[in-house]
């Protein structure tokens, strides 16, 4: 017995991907454009938490199979939803009423699993700065740190004994 309104039970074998309930909040049903290191993509927030296009970040990376793509990333990390449940006009451009959404982390999956020249710069920025600062400081920032005031002698040596033991440390976890 079917039930009216409820998902088909048929999906495409190779579609890993779970409905969104159509009941979103307002706040949530709000797109946005994010203009980043790859490029410009739409943003849905889902929970305080940003869900990208699909679709976007394959043109972005310049990946001919958004499908594919998405089976870079886990089933959580990726979401099918109605075009109909936000506020624009633009997801519903290519007369497809259903969109993929992916999670921040399953944008990272994908970006450094792809082999596209495009993901280079970013997979790079991860493996090479990011992972290894985090090892060595416990921390990323982009930020720098501000300076101690030289002209107070006792902050700039608490200064300079607290990045002595930053680095004695970073030196001893690689040794070990």
């Given at each position: ?61 310049e990946h001919s199979d958004t499908s594919a793509m998405c089976k870079l990333c886990r089933d959580k990390d990726k979401v099918v939803a109605s075009a109909r449940d ?91």
């Amino acid at each position: 017995m079917k039930t009216q309104g409820k998902p088909s039970e048929s999906k495409k074998a190779d579609e890993n991907t779970s409905d969104v309930s159509s009941n979103l909040p307002a706040a949530q049903k709000e797109v946005r454009k994010f203009d980043g290191m790859l490029g410009s993509v739409r943003v849905v927030m889902r929970e305080n938490k940003p869900w990208f296009v699909a679709k976007d970040v394959a043109a972005c990376i310049e990946h001919s199979d958004t499908s594919a793509m998405c089976k870079l990333c886990r089933d959580k990390d990726k979401v099918v939803a109605s075009a109909r449940d936000f506020d624009s006009d633009d997801l519903s451009e290519s007369g497809n009423s259903r969109i993929t959404l992916i999670s921040e982390s399953g944008l990272y999956r994908i970006l450094a699993k792809c082999n596209l020249p495009k993901c280079e710069p970013f997979e790079s920025w991860v493996f090479d700065e990011v992972l290894p600062s985090i090892r060595q400081t416990g921390s990323y920032s982009v930020t720098t740190p501000a300076l101690p005031d030289f002209t107070n002698p006792a902050e700039a040596a608490r200064a300079w004994a607290t990045e002595y033991e930053q680095r004695v440390t970073a030196q001893r976890a690689l040794s070990a």
